[in-house]
């Protein structure tokens, strides 16, 4: 009786896996940079949304006060009269990217208030994530 020796190969050649790893990286370099830009719109549209907040926070201000004030630590605590706050529910955050928001008073172009984050770089101007996100 003779038994025919098979030899069963189990696994992958090291050809297989240099193909699948260049498929994989293909993938990721069309896939990744979609995905990381919808991860920067999502921050510019929380700094919108947390400066919509502040403006509701600044407005009711404005309405017990009969100004708005110097600055957004005012709406925290004040001992001025008349001050009904606090008008916004917690410590005002940072923007998105960790920087604090500006505010000036009086605002650009007659407005009676800026509100503004400098976007992902920090600093004035820029372009794409770095451009200044205004509320308006």
């Known amino acids: 009786m003779k038994f025919a020796a098979k030899r069963m190969h189990k696994g992958f050649t090291l050809i297989e896996l240099l193909i699948v790893m260049v498929i994989l ?4 370099s069309i896939v990744g940079p979609a995905m990381f830009g919808k991860v920067d719109e999502s921050r510019i549209k929380t700094a919108q949304a947390q400066m ?3 403006e509701t926070s ?5 309405l017990d ?9 005012l709406l925290l605590s004040s001992d001025e009269a008349n001050w009904q706050g606090p008008y916004f529910p917690q410590d005002v955050p ?13 605002g650009e ?3 009676p208030y800026t509100l503004l984050s ?12 770095n451009a200044d996100i205004i509320y308006k």
Do not use: C, H, I, Q
């Open 25 to 28: 990286g293909l993938l990721a």
């Open 52 to 54: 919509k907040v502040l």
């Open 58 to 62: 600044l407005n009711t201000y404005r």
């Open 65 to 73: 006060m009969g100004k708005f004030p110097e600055s957004l630590d």
């Open 94 to 106: 940072a923007d998105p990217w960790g920087n604090d928001y500006v505010y000036r008073v009086p």
């Open 109 to 111: 172009n007659g407005a």
């Open 118 to 129: 400098y976007g992902a770089d920090g600093r004035e101007g820029g372009e794409d994530n």
